[in-house]
């Protein structure tokens, strides 16, 4: 199987959705995928994963900034659940993308709301350095949502790509974030800190089209963006 390169989950956490068919990667398609993110959805994420490097930092003075953030992170991901993003399956459902480890333990079966918290364009190649270089201005140019800018890049880039889409479960997440303001609150930064890290851990990466917007029904999908040489 041939290797992904440049995924990053942790890089991933202002991403967006899987791979659409199209002869030219557009600045109309760009702006799709990047219209199918959880805006709520993804500060939350970040909101946790700057406050779990926080409190594993163990400085103290980190604190107060740590739990501000798991506040925001609890505010967003209540907000979300009403995000017309936000969709509904259950973790069995899920194929996890490919060169990507499936989970240690058995999926769930029982539905539960997923959310688009990030996502990434990738190669199964190698690309010369110019156009890996391309490559990751289009991701970062992603995250900042200047879809304009993406197309160009990924013009630059000029073959096959995919689209990796993080999702998280909503309810299971947002019980690990208030599990760790409980902690916080009772000085234990140490199981904050772990609460944290099993938010962070419950994003599954995934390639198939599972993400809809605003129909969550809809049956899903798979294919690749191409672009011209």
Request: aromatic share 4%.
């Amino acid at each position: 199987m041939k290797k992904l390169l440049g995924v990053s989950t942790m890089a991933m956490l202002t991403f967006a959705a899987p791979a659409f068919a199209a002869s030219n990667h557009n600045e109309k398609t760009v702006s799709r995928d990047f219209a199918r993110l959880s805006k709520d959805g993804q500060h939350a994420f970040s909101d946790i994963a700057q406050a779990q490097q926080l409190l594993a930092s163990n400085q103290s003075e980190k604190v107060g900034q740590a739990q501000s953030l798991i506040e925001d992170a609890e505010a967003r991901l209540t907000k979300a659940i009403s995000d017309n993003r936000a969709f509904v399956k259950a973790e069995s459902e899920l194929q996890p993308a490919p060169g990507h480890t499936p989970p240690a333990h058995t999926p769930n079966t029982t539905p539960v709301h997923w959310l688009p918290v990030g996502g990434q364009y990738v190669v199964t190649d190698a690309l010369a350095p110019e156009k890996q270089t391309a490559l990751g201005n289009a991701n970062q140019h992603l995250q900042q949502g200047q879809t304009k800018l993406v197309g160009q890049d990924l013009q630059v880039v000029g073959t096959d790509v995919d689209y990796i889409v993080a999702l998280a479960p909503l309810e299971p997440s947002a019980g690990d974030v208030h599990r760790a303001s409980v902690f916080l609150d009772g000085g234990d930064a140490k199981d904050a800190t772990e609460a944290l890290s099993d938010a962070l851990n419950n994003i599954l990466l995934v390639s198939e089209d599972v993400v809809t917007t605003p129909a969550p029904a809809a049956p899903p999908s798979s294919a690749k963006h191409h672009h011209g040489a």
